[in-house]
Every structure is written in structure tokens, then in C-alpha cells.
């Protein structure tokens, strides 16, 4: 089953061709690196997807949505089905982790309090942060808030997890945890689509590579291919 599929897709920007002739898909429970130089259109992609961005041409299917076809009223529904890991955090630095995580559940129509309490603790347990739950972020560590980030975007049990960049602000040892914990959620069902220029972290894991290049997006065959700019 696909969860990302695109084709001949194309991206603009006030007129400003960023992407195109865009083909890819993505499968369930499947890991994907994406790679590229500055500016070289992956926030704009991975944007695309979760339709912060508009498909300008072409053909594209996210968990169920067609993207070329998809209206504000759902959009929300698309993003429920897609989890979002920033790089910069985005958390909430008057609210400690329980309530961060707490106002995404009730953003999406959650109401049982019994319900939400114990989603919070499974997402807690996922990224091994249980007993950081009533701390703020300022009391955690960087690689801890993006663990409580990723507890977020695990919450309504996502599709699909898109992550810009998660380990650029981190440690290598805050980045393989962080990395651990992805492949854990790809285990229990969710796909993995990972904006990075973390070349160590491709190096230790097997998974498939795009490239955004020459205003395009391709495939790499061979690892070693990433190093070559």
C-alpha cells in the first residue's frame, strides 16, 4: 500500500518553479531519506505533501487525499494522518509536556479525558520520556524536546511521519536515539519520510535515498551516490 505517490508533479512559489516533473511513491511502513543541498526544494516537497503548499501540475496522493483535488475544510483531516516533526521544536514554553501534548489531542476533536490521559502515556512510553511529563521544555534537554516532539506527531497515530531535519540541532547520541525511535514506529506501522543532511545517520541506516537536484527529485541507486554533489 502506497501512502505517498506523486507524479509529474510540480511545485511553485510566486511563479518560481521549485520542483518538477516530481515522480515518487512511498509504501507503508517504509523508511525514506530525503536529501539535497540548501534551497534545493525539500521543505518545499515535504510542505507539499502535507499541503502547506499547493501541487501546482500533476498527480498526488497522500494517505488517501488527492492533493491537486484537496479543499481548506480537509486539510486538517490530511494532517491528522500525517505526523510533523520540526526542527526547531515548536513546542510550548509556558505548558509543560502533558499539556503540550494534551492540546494536540484536544485541537482533534478528543474529549475523553480518560482516553487522552492514556494516549499521552503511550506516546511517553514510545519515546522513553514518562517521567519527564511535567516538566517544561526549558527543563529538558534538546534531544529530550525532540523526543516530546515526536510524542506529539505520534499522537493520533499517523500514516505517515514527516521530519524536516529532526536531529539538526542534536547531539549524535540525542540523533540515534531519535533515529531508534523512528524505526520503532515504523515497526508498529507508520511510514518515515526524513529530510536530513546528516550523512552519518544514512551511512548506519539501509534505507532507500531521493535527492532533490536540478529542480527535480531522484532516486539513488547507490549509497555512496549521496556524497556526490
Known sequence: ???VQ??????????????NNVNFSIHEKEFVF???????????????????????EGIGEVCGFELNKITEKDIPYLRRKIGIVFQDFQLLNDRNVYENLRLVLRATEWKNKI??????????EEVELTEKINHK???????????????RALLNKPALIIADEPTGNLDPESSA??????????KNGSSVFMATHNYNLIEKNNSRILKCENSTVIELTEKQDFLIS
Open 177 to 186: 536515539m531519535v533515529m531508534k525511535i523512528f524505526w520503532r514506529t515504523v
Open 1 to 3: 500500500m502506497q501512502v
Open 6 to 19: 506523486l507524479q509529474n508533479g510540480k511545485i511553485s512559489i510566486e511563479e518560481k518553479i521549485i520542483l
Open 115 to 124: 482516553s487522552i490521559n492514556r494516549r499521552i502515556m503511550e506516546v511517553l
Open 137 to 151: 521544555p526549558h527543563q529538558l534537554s534538546g534531544g529530550e524536546q525532540q523526543r516530546v516532539v515526536i510524542a
Open 34 to 56: 530525503l536529501i539535497g543541498k540548501v534551497g534545493s526544494g525539500k521543505s518545499s516537497l515535504l510542505k507539499t505533501l502535507y499541503a502547506e503548499l499547493s501541487l501546482n
